[in-house]
């Protein structure tokens, strides 16, 4: 008898994973074939032992024997679905984990959570939405992979091709950035002279007096900087580290500008708000005292207004250097 | 020079598979137009130079015998039960497909050659 207990185990994790109908069929089969290979070394005088464990030993894994039988594939992804995977992971983890960031921030912010829970929790909660996206969107193709399904494949075709994308150096974004920074240095002079709110014929300026001169000082300095900054640029002809470096140092510049004067309640006219409060009459004094937990309706406007400013400045910052990574590679 | 023997080993490795993955198919559904089991082909095929691993001869079988390329039938008149695959008319047809696609390709490798010469 040659058919000893190793063999037996061989051949019932190999079949374990086999159609039912097959098992009997395959353990017959692989019971006299791995016979006949044993045989064929004892006749060439090895031990019976070890014969068996040279044979077993040459077939190899039984699972991946297993998979053979099966037709199973022995990858979690095949080159049918990789480059979907991947385009959609990308994309996914592109977008998600960004929003999910900003928005728990936000949502911290508003209900008034300590600095480091609103940054643990962010974290926390933007880990957890990557491992999601990560697990989800394998386990999906997973399947699609192992079901054999053909469904969601499209044929590529040249229409696909990424169009050449902007280098974003040109003369038309150098006039766009300096039309912008135009009207932003007369929006803040018509605010104060002028006034974009009159109340009895007399200008109610948006932005806090008390600016004047030093806060809108440092604020049109940052103007001028930026628009030096969108001239050289335009010059230069294309984005490079350096610029991105000095884009990003500008951006960081008026973002802290921004938040300090917010949140130490000195950008916005104390007058201003009183008069939008007393025009609110008891629809806003009513939603002032649901947001009284929150610190008020204004502190609300106040985090919204931080959060979109960071976005925007982020956003800056973030397509300042992708540019200049695409101008090296091009 | 030597650093860079493995590597070349391995990849030449790689090369020789791909060309001669396929061909063991082709050898089987010749070898079995007369009937063989398992064991006899993997001997067959080693000795006509077309060695193969138990562990994809076995599985190529059964998957050849889905595709209605073979047939089979249990043989219990000995002492040993073996199942016995014979080509079937499908499966001679694609050996002679099979047969022709390679003569072509030869003779397309033998023209290669002889514009070096």
């Given at each position: 008898m040659t058919t000893t207990t190793l063999t037996e185990r061989y051949i019932s994790a190999t079949i374990r994973s086999l159609p039912p109908e097959a098992q009997g069929d395959v353990r017959a089969e692989l019971e006299a074939s791995i016979a006949d290979a044993v045989e064929a070394r004892l006749e060439q005088g090895e031990a019976p032992e070890a014969a068996e464990r040279a044979v077993l030993t040459e077939l190899g894994d039984p699972g991946a024997l297993a998979a053979g039988y099966a037709d199973r594939p022995l990858y979690l992804i095949g080159p049918r679905y990789y480059l979907m995977w991947w385009r959609l992971l990308k994309l996914l983890l592109l977008i998600v984990p960004v929003c999910v960031f900003g928005a728990v921030a936000l949502g911290q912010v508003i209900s008034a959570a300590p600095v480091g829970e609103v940054i643990s929790t962010s974290i926390l909660a933007t880990g957890g939405a990557i491992l999601h996206i990560c697990f989800w969107t394998t386990l999906v193709f997973v399947i699609l992979e192992r079901?054999?399904?053909?469904?969601?494949?499209?044929?590529?075709?040249?229409?696909?091709?990424?169009?050449?994308?902007?280098?974003?150096?040109?003369?038309?974004?150098?006039?766009?950035?300096?039309v912008f920074l135009g009207i932003s240095v007369g929006a803040l002079l018509w605010d104060r002279f002028r006034g974009f709110v009159q109340v009895d014929g007399q200008a109610l300026p948006i932005l806090d007096p008390d600016l004047w001169p030093w806060g809108i000082g440092v604020l049109l300095l940052i103007i001028v900087a930026e628009a030096v900054f969108a001239v050289v640029l335009s010059r230069a002809g294309r984005w490079s580290p350096r610029l991105a470096v000095v884009n990003t140092i500008l951006a960081v510049a008026f973002l802290a500008w921004a938040l300090v004067l917010l949140f130490t309640g000195e950008l916005v006219n104390p007058d201003f708000l009183a008069h939008v409060e007393?025009?609110?009459?008891?629809?806003?004094?009513?939603?002032?005292?649901?947001?009284?937990?929150?610190?008020?309706?204004?502190?609300?406007?106040?985090?919204l207004l931080g959060f979109g400013v960071a976005a925007g400045v982020g956003w800056d910052i973030v397509d300042g250097w992708r540019k200049a990574a695409r101008a090296r590679r091009g | 020079m030597h650093s860079n023997v493995i590597g070349m080993n391995e990849t030449l490795d790689t090369h020789l598979q791909e060309l001669r993955r396929g061909t063991v198919v082709l050898a089987c559904l010749q070898l079995l137009r007369t009937p063989g089991y398992g064991y006899s082909l993997l001997e067959q095929l080693e000795q006509r130079g077309f060695a193969t691993d138990a562990n994809t001869l076995y599985p190529l079988l059964r998957r050849l015998e889905k595709q209605e390329y073979l047939t089979s039938e249990w043989n219990t008149d000995e002492a040993r039960p073996r199942k016995f695959y014979r080509t079937s008319e499908a499966g001679i047809r694609l050996a002679d497909t099979l047969t022709d696609e390679w003569r072509s390709l030869t003779a397309a490798i033998a023209s290669l050659t002889a514009e070096e010469h």
């Open positions: 079901s054999g399904s053909t469904a969601a494949l499209t044929e590529w075709n040249v229409d696909q091709l990424p169009e050449p994308a902007q280098d974003g150096a040109g003369r038309s974004e150098l006039i766009a950035s300096l007393a025009a609110g009459g008891e629809g806003f004094a009513a939603g002032q005292a649901g947001a009284a937990d929150e610190g008020g309706v204004f502190r609300i406007l106040a985090v | -």
